[in-house]
């Protein structure tokens, strides 16, 4: 059974940071290409960033490059999105994703992903 678990999430002021995790159990994970994505009240789950099986290509939504880095630890099983200089709008539920497929670039899309996590909450003050 997979499951994928968030931590790190909570309450920032603006222009603060927060780096989220998530441990991964009951797949290779080595093998799969990973992803964060977020979803704020009454809006459509977005794509945060990406990352290829071996963390060798990476991907990010366009409201969040420059300001968010995904990184991954294969020998742990476990995704990391560093997120710098954070703005109200970055305010959301934060879901960590993984795709069952080996061997894959980093997607931007929801279809791509069949595992999810429960989600962290990250809430941005003005």
């Known amino acids: 059974q997979v499951q994928l678990v968030e931590s790190g999430g909570g309450l920032v002021q603006a222009g603060g940071s927060l780096r989220l995790s998530c441990a991964a159990s009951?797949?290779?994970?080595?093998?799969?290409?990973m992803g964060w994505f977020r979803q704020a009240p009454g809006k459509q789950r977005e794509i945060v960033a990406a990352i290829s099986w071996n963390g060798g290509n990476t991907a990010y939504g366009d409201s969040v490059k420059g300001r968010f880095s995904i990184s991954r630890d294969n020998a742990k099983k476990m995704v990391f999105l560093q997120m710098n200089s954070l703005k109200p709008e970055d305010t959301a539920v934060y879901y960590c994703?993984?795709?069952?497929?080996?061997?894959?670039?980093?997607?931007?899309?929801?279809?791509?992903?069949?595992?999810w996590g429960q989600g962290t909450q990250v809430t941005v003050s003005s």
């Open positions: 994703a993984a795709d069952r497929r080996f061997w894959q670039p980093p997607s931007t899309e929801l279809s791509s992903y069949d595992y």
């Open positions: 009951g797949l290779t994970f080595s093998r799969n290409a």
